[in-house]
């Protein structure tokens, strides 16, 4: 059977994907992805081919990859992150319906809540919710519904996509909605270019979160009720302390 | 400064390690951790120090990483999956108010929700929540409310620490609460000892989920309205095929 691995090369820098993200790509003939993803990895695969279809283009990059497969090539198709949050194991299922001749493999990385998490120190530890604030496979009403049912419940927040030059006032309008909720001074935190050159870092509250601008390349995350800033750091207990 | 890593390890093979990770534990003179995780790395890292406490001992775990960086040696405290998902990172900054002098590092891993994903398939592809079922350091009602507005907000749902011998009966509960709002033929799936020698894993429905035993090395997917089962994998989509 013809193989196709769909990669998750985790925040952007070799030193943070797995041996096992590695060893498929070595593995490989081909590696197929969105420019900027492909442009990390390159120096780091030497003699493999590098085939690329720009942002949007989604359908398009996974037929690619299954046609390129079915020449009897063994193709990796890479994501930034993890293959499975907000990435492209999903479509890739669903195109292979067409082409049951090749197995595909999903081979997992560190998403960008988990390495942003690392960045800002420990927000995470507790149940949280990822929410991306993008509509544009998404009706809006569904994304506030969810913003203000993980408020509601208290959840750590963290948020995919806050910002475009399309929805340059998304994050304050999710900021409104959670504020129904959560205190002004709930402890939030922004990462930037996590793993990446100029990577970054802030924390603030709520409400400062609500007047901040945000680029595309920044994850953003909410603490719940208990959540504290130690050091500089964004820390949610867990609670063993008071146990 | 002496120096304390803090690193997620992944789900528990080498292979899902990253190269960060890796270098890390080389770097290390002692590597700290409970005693499974430790027995998990140890013949990957020869010559190195190895220290163990059992479960349930976290916050001497933590306080035994401080002391030995405080002698001057390079330590790794490890985790299973990633350090700051229901990991150790948290505590860490906690006790680590006590030590200014150390200065903690986190690295993040694989957990359990993007690992267990790419088993099953792509799950966790839209907004997705994580919640844990233990009540060891969480209210229940807390968990409960959790559920319901997960639930009602239409969010995949992982479940982590589904049971256990004393809460053998807590999914069950779960189900039953999610049920109120998610369907119950909602495709849900188990994952069970990700990464390690027994990897298993099966696709039901929430309702078949709801009398079905797990054990604590389990992880638990509950679908959205449009997660669906495609050729034996749960996917969720995203909805670019629509666009």
Known sequence: MNKLYVVGIGPGEYEQMTVRAINA????????????YVDLVKEH???KEFMTTPMKKE???????FQEAMKGKTVSMICSGDAGVYGMSGLMYEVGKDYPQVELE?????TAATGGAAVLGAP????FCLISLSDLLTPWEK????????SEADFVICLYNPSSKKRH???MKACDLMMRYKKEDTVCGIVGNIGREGENMKIMTLKELRNTSVDMFTTVFVGNSQTKEINGKMVTPRGYRDV
Do not use: Q
């Open 106 to 110: 999903i081979i997992p990385g560190v």
């Open 25 to 36: 790509l070595k593995g490989s003939d081909t590696i197929i992805g969105y420019t900027v």
């Open 59 to 65: 359908v398009d990059r996974c037929v690619m990859a």
């Open 169 to 171: 006032d998304y994050l």
């Open 124 to 127: 995470l530890i507790h149940d």
């Open 45 to 47: 695969f030497p003699g």
């Open 143 to 150: 994304i506030e519904s969810r913003l203000l049912h993980a």
